[in-house]
Each structure stands twice: as structure tokens, then as C-alpha cells.
């Protein structure tokens, strides 16, 4: 009875406190002075009653850990995946929004894009009890290494440190695209490491035993084979759903196809290819489809006058003749869609390829002949390598064969990842020669513009496209710090990439989770996790629950 | 010590050779002459016999299309099973692959692959080998200081990872495995073959040559190298085994032979994940393929060991 | 004797030192690993300081310079893709590796061996045919077949063993073990590699065995024991068999070696985290002094067991030590 009462009291007071905690965030208080731009920020759900974490997750990975992706402040790619277990950022994108608060509670930025202010919640604690700070976030800024590194460190002139929860950035010059990058998908930079413990055990200790404010914390690791996470109850906005989180690498499909259907594996990725099918048919196992981006063609050197890919009926031809509906089938059993842009219409200003804003490229093997013999190959001709991604082997045959039926031959280029990956960010030096198609595909979150800076102008890290048409309008893009213009000028470039046959789009790709019955919650509304915008991997971790 | 011991060959005639050859073709046991003698059978006649293209895909009936995909007309029917099973038809004997090409015909263009690969990959190793190990054996001195320390060195690298090594280094193609293969393998034979001459090398045949001023190299070819040749040939046909398994597995861990042409050790990793689906022929053929070649080449390259080791001949 | 032994020693430091150069000069050949690590859209500035952080924006000649003076302290670099010490790494997963290797080993003694002794004293019999098939097949087939015929049969069809990896990690008193539940549990993990990686060898063992039992039972040796009326059990157990093992442990010796340090093939398609997916993983990720450390601890290994034979075998025979 006693007992009672004191524990009807307890949770009383700790709802109280919940509630007193929160209610600054309605009244925010300016921190910058002058016009403010606009900016798109969605509140975070934080739970007022905190469960308890229950059961253990085990979740298989489509490639190798590396302890590199525990430590923001070194590179950006796969490593998301963990910045969202460890580590938490000021804004990221979560099922909200693609801008939502995190660590931060109120953001501005000034019209001209010329300062950033962000107020940290109140009461942050990193995950051994150490408050995390404004001048954590400062630390942060200034020994980030990694992605862009070079923009935030051109484009900052000071910052400043207003107290222990408010922060403001100031700029040389109108920094439009900061709160892009600066969110937690678009680098590493916002997602905030504790000062006192990186600098106490050093870069290496800290991708040994990483330390962060995110929802799980570090427990063990096998380079390269596992990693093990375990709940953090005093997380902010809620506690974790799963006590346990192992994450394991399993490059072979079959492997973890396996995995999933004797338990040993609960969440899978990449589920694709020849198997999918087996997914599908196993009415244990739930799959979403992700789909994540449309795949493409690009031709490096076809802007060489000795490129077969120079004349524009050539790059014509071969995108009239694949037989995307059939690919699509055969690939994806029919879950990817023929698409009609090379960038995901979830990306912000991105033209949509489904028919509605970009036609679906058609199938015409006739026309594409007529189109080769035209520009002068009636009997089609030989080109060097068809470069595909890396694993997607199959799918390169798939298209060889669409190709070949037109008279344009060639043979596969198997390379690994890492190679891949080098020589695709080589830029035109990757690829010596001006006979070659390379396969290509990149979920990447934000804004469509990041992928043209890389893919689509001249000099991009990536680009094969050098076009002074493409330049002038990119020069426009840049100069402007009007976004309804920005994202004209940005779907104008677009249209005009597809148009001329720069990139051949293919289809939107599925990249398909799979998960066992011990995911909770039980049927298709497993589903709701995975919507994050943009997300190739269905975060965030503290709100997955299992069974037992 | 005063007589030329029996079976060392003073000189070597093309009689004496041609004989000698014929006996051994006429010994060969009979089991591995024969499944070698499929395998070269269909690598030689595929471009005529194969029922279909190597590359393209077998072109289906419309009763076909409609019974996969609902549909009247289709580019290619996927994953036909073979003729024993349900669904299968003699059109395809071995059934089609993932994108509707006809088994058996890559099978046995497949055969080619492998069989030039492994040969002239072994041929190169051998003779890299042979010459090396001779100077080394010969010579003495430097020259057999110098070799042999790099091919030790040679040895102790694991053939596998030097092979995919390589293979990162020059890129994919079928000739650069070739290159791949002779790099990788002729250390076996430096070692073999130097060991060989330094015994031969206080033979007296070779030094009554030395005696009536015949020059080094001519002793070097021909003396030292026809004598070494049955011990470069027993060890040629065990090679070829092991080159024939590095070929497979270089092409499985995809960085061999480069698609579409077909590799069996790629025909393997391609339907690695059909297994998982109860398509088990669609890899366990190509294996059994490369299981048969090696076997034949290991049974023969017993042979030759006993047949060519006197010591050995009545093992 | 002490000048043989001390020849053989500077040949193997030699030896030693020619497979760091070269595997130091190849891996250097296969690609700019700074490239490989970075996304597309990477600044210059970004792989400027990868690459000076991984020591390659100096000369060569003191990059080799510097990777012979990190060695001659058993310092064995930073891993580019892992992050961590190679040699951390390594000996995280050399437990791993011996567990895979041990089990090969002694499948490939137990199945070699006998076989090789029957097939040796019922020579050109059925029984010498059928173990020689045994032999000729455990060489014939690649380890990836076997390996995949195995997960096919045992692991997908009649769902007898798992397929993925060593098992997991649990927790005693706070600390993460994967020793214990290993034996306890995960055990049935190891079988399938095992027996795929065991086969092959023992078709090895099978034949150098057969051979060494038939040099020995032609021996004078042998035909004074017979003379002296030893019964023939007798002779092949006590007197033969000791003297015919003499090669094979060396053999077998040098093919434990090989399976604890090379096994890629199996470890890959078994997912087992050995040595052999380590260095499969640094090939693929160009991660030059992942391969350095690993080739270089399994060269060492080698040169080492040589090393002892070698000087063994001084130590029985004279012949050899006088010959050179």
C-alpha cells in the first residue's frame, strides 16, 4: 500500500518532469537578429512515458564493418548506419521529416544565409554522463575531417559560443546549402562527439571503443565481423525499444538468406537479385521494398569526338534498347519501376520519372537500330566494357543482352567495390578510354542539387558531363540565393540531362529488407520504421522492438 | 661410375623420341584418356555442335512464354530446367541459366576456357621454371644463389592470394590469367628441375661434354634440358589440375575470366544463390565439369609419375 | 653443424626478406587505396590528409624503409580499411583460424592417413583403387564446390548445420567471450568448413602417406624385422608406420599452416572470420599493410617449419649438411 502510493508519486513527478522539460520548445526565443530565412524544421516525438528495452536485434549487413564508420569525424557513407546507433546529431532526418530536431531544439538562419544559430536541448548527457555542450559542438566543427571538409572550412568565419546550449556559425558569404549538409545525412559534422573522451583515448580508442549521445551504446567489436550495441536508457527522446543490437557482416546473399531463415539473423539487407523471389515466398519473413534510386548509364569520354557515345542518336539507341519492364521482372520481380531520371524523386527539387513530370523511357529495338545505322553503325559495333556496380553482376548481363541485340557488344568489367568506387570517383581519368558504359547508382540524401555538383558539371568529383549549356544555368544555381529559383534552375538541368541522353536512366531500385516474425510489430505495419527520407537503411534504431 | 647409366639419354634422337611417345600414348590408362578426351572433344567442336549461342539467349516458343510469364511474346525464358525434370525439354538438354542461355552449350564453350587457361598458363609456368631452374642448377654459384632465394621466397607466397593479387594488379581478361597462372606456378619447377641437374650435372655424359669443349649453352639444351623433361612433364600434368581449380576459383571470387564469355568457375558463382532455391544443377554441373577435368589430369599425371620414375614403376 | 645451421638461417632471413619486398612492391601496384575509401565528391583536401595520414604521400624507397623499421619492431601498420592495428586484428582472428585449421588437420590425418596405409600394404589391389579415388577427388574438387554442395545438402536441405559464420558472441560477467559458448554450443559451425577444407588435404596425406609406407616396406630394414619372424602386424605397426611418418608429419606440418593462414576460399564462402577473409578483405580493399601483415605472418610461419626441418634433418642425416 505504502508502495504503491510512492510509485503512483514517482511516475507522477517524473510526467511532470517530462512536461516541464518540454514546454520551452513552444516558445522559442529569437537568437539571431534581422529577417530570418524560412526554415523547414519538424519537431521530434518524444515519448512521455519511457518503456523498457526488451530482447535482442541481430541484423545482418550486405558488406564488411569497418571501425573507421564509429568515428564522424573521419569519412561519411555505410557509416550512417552507425552515426544513427552511437552518435546523435543537432538536426537529422527521421520519419518526421528530412530536417528534424534532434539534439538541437530551435534553429535559425539568417535571410542571407549568412548565420546559423542552433539551441541545444536542455539537460544533454553523453553516454557517460559527461553534459554535452555547445562547445562540444564547436570541437566537433573544427576537427571534422571528413566529407566536404574543405567547403565548411572555406565557407566558416567564426564561431560562436552565445552559452552552454546556444550556438551561432558565422559565414564569409551566403552559405545557402549549410543546413543541408550540416544535417545529419548530409555529413559527418553535425553528429556531436564528447571533446573530453576523444581527446582522453585518442582516434584509435575511439573507433576501438566509440563513445556518443545516440540511442545505443558500444559494447564489443570484431573488426570487420561484428559489432555488439546495448541499449542507453537515459536516451533524450525515448528509451530503446531492443536491449541489444549485434551487427553483423555478411557480404554473401546466400549467407544471409540463411541467416534469416534459421534465426540466426533477425533484419537483413539487400535481399535482392535471385532470391528476392525466395523472400517473397516465405510467409515467415516480412520485406519492405526501399527503394532508394533509379539506376543509370553513363558514358565517360562521349563528349570525344572518337567516342562511338558522341553522337547523341548512338546514346539514344542504347537507351531504346533496353527492355526496362522485362529487366525490372527479371532483377526485381517486378517491385523496381521503369524510371525516367537518374536521381530518386526523393531527393528535394528532383524531377519525378514515373511518367508524371519525366516520361518513362520506351522500349524500341527497331527504332534503335534505324537510329545506329543513322549514325553510321548499321551493323552495330564493339565497345570496350560495360562497367557494372558492384555486386550487381547479373543485372550488367541482363542489359549486355538488350545491347547486343541491337549490334552494340561488349563485355562485363568485374571489378570490387573498393576499385569501383575509385575509379567512378577518379572522374574522367577513372576510365582512360572513351568506349565504355558505367552503371551507376547513388541514394544520396538531400537535395537533387548535391548530385549534379558531383555527377553532372564540369569538374564534379564524378561528372563525365561537360556540357556549356549545363554550366550557365549551374552558374545561375549558384550564384542565387532565391530556392524557388535554385530549384527551377536545378529540375531545368535535369530534364536537359535526360533529354539529351547525357545519363540513361534505367529504374528505380528496390533495395529490400527483410525481417523474421520476432519484429514487432506483428504483419505489414513493420513497415512504418522505414520511412525516413532518403534512407537506405531503416533507422532510427530506438524505436525497433522485438519479441522476448 | 664409368658406364652411361641406362636411361640417361646421350643424345636425343627424333626416333628415340618418337618411339618413346608412342609407347606412352599406347599405355595411358584407358578412364581418364577418355573423360579428357570429351572434354577437349566438346571444347574443339563447340562452335560447331553447340545447340545454341554461348552469349545470346536460347530464343522460347510461345507456349513457353506464356506458361513462365503470362505473356505471349518474351525476350528469353530464365532457369528452364534440365530434361529429367518437369518442365524441362531436349530443345535444352541441361536447361537454361538466369538469362534463358543454353547450359550445355556454355558448358562446353566453357571446356575451351578452362582448357586453353590452364594449358598454356601451365605450358609458360613450365617453361619459365624449366629454363630457370637449369641456369640455377647449372651455373651455380650466383646465379643459383640469386633464384633460388627468390624462389623460395615465390614459395612461401600462397598461390591463391598471389594469384588474385595479380589479378588486381593487371585487371581482368582471359589472357591475363594465362599471365597470372605462369607468374603464380613456375617456382614449382625452378625447384624441381634445379635439384634434377645438379645431380645430372656430375653425370659423366655431361662432363665428357664439358671435357670436349661443347659450349654451356649447348649443353644446357642438349643435354641438361631432354633429361630434366620427364621430371617437367610429371610435374606439368599435376599443375594442370591445380591451374585449372586457381582458374575456377579466380573466376568465382570475380576476378578471372571476365562475363559473358563462360567460365565454369563463374558459371558457379553466378548460381551460387540458385542453390538456395533447389536450382542445384544449375552450379553442380559446372562443378562437376571442373571436378572431371582435374580428376583426369591428376589420374594421368599419376601415371606419368609412375610410369616415368623408375623408381616408381612397379608401384 | 653450426655453420649449416647458421647458412640456413641467413637463407631463410633472405628468403624472409625477398617475400616482404615483393609483397610490399605488388600490393603497391594494384591501385591508389586513398581513391578506393573515398566517395564520390570527396575534397582534395579530405584525401590529402588520408593519404599523408597513411604515410603515402612520401617517397617510396621511405615508405619501405619505414615499413622494414615498423617490422624489425613487430610493428605491422595501421589496417587503411579496419582502422585498428594490423596486428591486433590479426591475432583477434588467429583463434578463429586455428580452430578452423586444427579441425582440418586432424580431418585430413584421420582420413588420409589410414587410408594411405591400407592402399600402401594392398597395393594394386581394390582397396589401393579405391583409396586412391578418394585421394584423386578430395584434389579434384575446388573448395567452393565442396563448400557449396555442403551448405546445399546439410545446410539448406536437411537443415542439419548452420551455415553462417562461428556463432555469436555472449556475455560472462560483463565480458564478451566467444570461447566459451563456442565449445558449449557453436561448435556444429565449424564441421562443414572443416570437412570442405579437410578433404582436400587429406587427398595430400592420402598419397605422401601411400608412398612414404611403400618406400619403407621395400627397405632392408623392413626385410630383416620379416627375417627375424616379427609378425607382419607387428611389423607395419611398430616398425613401418614409425618410420613412414616421419615425411608425412613434416607434410602435415606444412599443411596446417597452410590451412590456418590461406584457407580464403572456404572462409569466405562459410563466412567463417579467419585470417583467410582477412586477407581476402584486404586484397578486395586494397589495404596494403592489412595483406603485408598477413602474407608476412604466414611466410614467417613457413620459413620458420622449414627452417626447423631443414636443420632436423642436418641433425639425422650428414649428407645434407656436408652437400653444400
Redesign the interface.
Known sequence: MYKGTFAVLAVLGLWWAVAWGQSPTSTPKSILAGPLAHVDIKDAKVDAVRGTPRGTL?IGLHF?I???WF?PL????PALHFYYLIHDALIKPMPQGEFTYSLAEHVEMTADFTKAAFRLRAGLKFQDGHPLTTADVKWTYENY???????F?DKLERIEIVDARTIVFHFKGPFVDFLDLYSGAGSGIGWVLPRHYYEKVGK?GF??RPLGAGPFKF??Q?????A?FEAWDEYWRRAPGVRAI?V?G??????R???LQ?G??DLAYGMT???L??VMADPKLRWDPNFTAPWHLMFPGYNEPSSPFHDKRVRQAVSLAI?RQ?LV??ETHSVGKPWGNWISHENRDALCGDGTELPVPLHDPAKAKQLLAEAGYPNGFDFDWYVPFV?Y??M???V???L??VGIRS????L????Y??????GRKGFPGNRTIVQRI?PRPGGAK?LI???AVCGG??SYICEPQIEALWAKHEASIDLAERDRLSKEIQRLIVEEYYLVPLYLNPFVHAVTPKVLPEGDAVRHYWDTVNAPFPWPWEVWEVKG | MATIPVGATYRTSVSRVARRSYRLVAEIPAIPLAMLAILAFAAVSAPVLAPHSKLDPVKPTPGQCQAKFGMADCPYVDNVPPFWARGGTMDTPLGTDFLGRDVLSRLMHGARISLVVALTGTLFAGAIGTLLGVLAGYLGKWWDQVIMRVTDAWLTLPSLVFAILLSSVRGPGLWNVVVILALVFWSRYSRAVRGEVLALRERDFVRLAEINGIGKLRIIWRHLIPNVMNTVMVLFSLQVGVAVIIEASLSFLGVGVPPPEPSWGLMMAQERDSLMEGKWWLAVLPGICITMLVLSANMLGDWLRVRLDPQLRNR | MRRYILVRALYSLITLWLLVTIIFAMVRLTGDPVLMKAEPGADAVYLAELRRQWGLDRALYWQYASFLGNLLQGNFGHSFEKSLPVRDIYFERLPNSLKLGFAAFIISIVLGVPLGMLSALKVNTWWDNIGKMIALIGLSMPGFFVGMVLIIVFGVELGWLPVLGKGSTIFVWGAPSTWLPFWFRDWPHLIMPAFALGWYFSGAMLRITRSGMLDVMGSDYIKLVRLKGVPERMVVAKHALKNSMIPVLTFAGLNLLIMVNVAVVIEVIFNWPGVGQLLYDGLSNRDFPMVQGVVLMSGLMIVVLNFTIDVLYGYVDPRIRLAR
Open positions: 541481430n564488411g569497418d571501425p573507421g568515428d573521419g569519412y561519411y557513407g575531417r571528413g566529407y566536404n571538409v574543405k567547403l572550412q584509435d573507433k576501438a559494447v564489443s570484431e573488426a570487420g565481423v561484428q555488439s549485434n553483423r555478411i557480404r554473401d546473399l546466400a549467407a538468406m540463411a541467416g534459421t540466426e539473423l537479385g535471385k532470391l523471389q525466395k527492355n522485362f521482372r527479371q555486386p553482376f547479373d550488367a548481363e541482363r549486355l543482352t538488350d547486343r541485340a563485355k562485363v568489367q568485374m570490387d567495390a573498393p576499385a568506387m575509385a575509379q567512378t570517383s577518379k547513388d548535391a555538383r558531383i555527377y568529383p564524378a
